[in-house]
């Protein structure tokens, strides 16, 4: 049901062109809000995705996480726009399993690869709308952290820290900012219906769906709607907290 919860904010959404990223901004929008579709190389996909929002201003924005001039140019047009930043949602980031569980396997370059996109990229983000979120005087930002930060994952070393990082990251800016009116939070998801978790082998699959008490994995709307719960006025007195959205995995 639509309530338009977010009317008149400004949000911006990375890797928002798939996935839970696509599914909050589907949501945002449903809500009120104008939408940044943050993508790296995925303009088509961010474009047809606007196409079917409600509402209007939505735009595409190029937002590479590896590269901080990058996040700079984004939150320049954002201010040239509007002036202000009101949610800031850290979706965007990646994992790559290692075969065999092998930890050992782990290059430098890959334990670099996923830090620098996982924790380095929504730090970044956090550091160059700032100033746009302390314009909003009600700025919400939401750091995407994963089960594996809390509980680690075997054959996910790098991924599993990485997204430990981002509790830290969350807890500390939300300390940092909070006087300024800016609420940091994180959302933890499960094993969430995604193209990533469809192309898992079926014994796998099975395996983690024995670990989950609801009896099915969750679907990326069911994140989006706790990032909806997180930016607006319903968790104004929330920051510096983590939101588990598993369905009961490893409680």
């Not at 939150?75 to 040239?80: L, P, Y």
């Not at 969350?170 to 939070?185: D, H, L, Q, S």
């Not at 499960?190 to 978790?197: F, L, R």
């Amino acid at each position: 049901m639509e309530t338009e919860s977010l009317k008149h904010k400004i949000a911006v959404v990375t890797g928002g062109s798939n996935g839970i990223g696509a599914a909050t901004v589907r949501l945002f929008a449903a809500e009120g809000a104008t939408v940044y579709v943050g993508y790296n190389k995925g303009l088509e996909r961010a474009c047809k995705l606007i196409g079917e929002l409600p509402g209007s201003g939505h735009q595409p924005i190029r937002i590479v996480l590896e590269d901080s001039a990058s996040i700079r140019d984004a939150a320049k047009v954002v201010a040239d726009a509007h002036g202000r930043a009101d949610i800031v949602v850290n979706s965007a980031g990646f994992t790559k399993p290692v075969p065999h569980h092998d930890l050992e396997a782990l290059t430098d370059e890959l334990i670099d690869a996923l830090m620098i996109a996982n924790v380095r990229g929504p730090f970044s983000m956090i550091r160059a709308f700032a100033p746009l979120l302390k314009a909003s005087r009600d700025g919400v930002v939401i750091n995407m952290s994963s089960i594996s930060g809390k509980v680690g994952n075997a054959g996910q070393t790098n991924y599993s820290a990485a997204k430990a990082g981002i509790v830290g990251l969350t807890k500390a800016a939300a300390k940092e900012v909070g006087f300024a009116g800016i609420r940091v939070n994180a959302i933890q998801p499960g094993t969430i219906e995604t193209a990533m978790t469809a192309a898992m082998p079926d014994d796998i699959r099975a395996a983690r769906l024995k670990d989950v008490p609801l009896g099915r994995f969750g679907t990326p709307a069911e994140v989006a709607s706790v990032a909806v719960f997180l930016s607006s006025a319903m968790s104004s007195y929330l920051t510096g907290t983590v939101i588990e959205v598993a369905g009961g995995r490893h409680i």
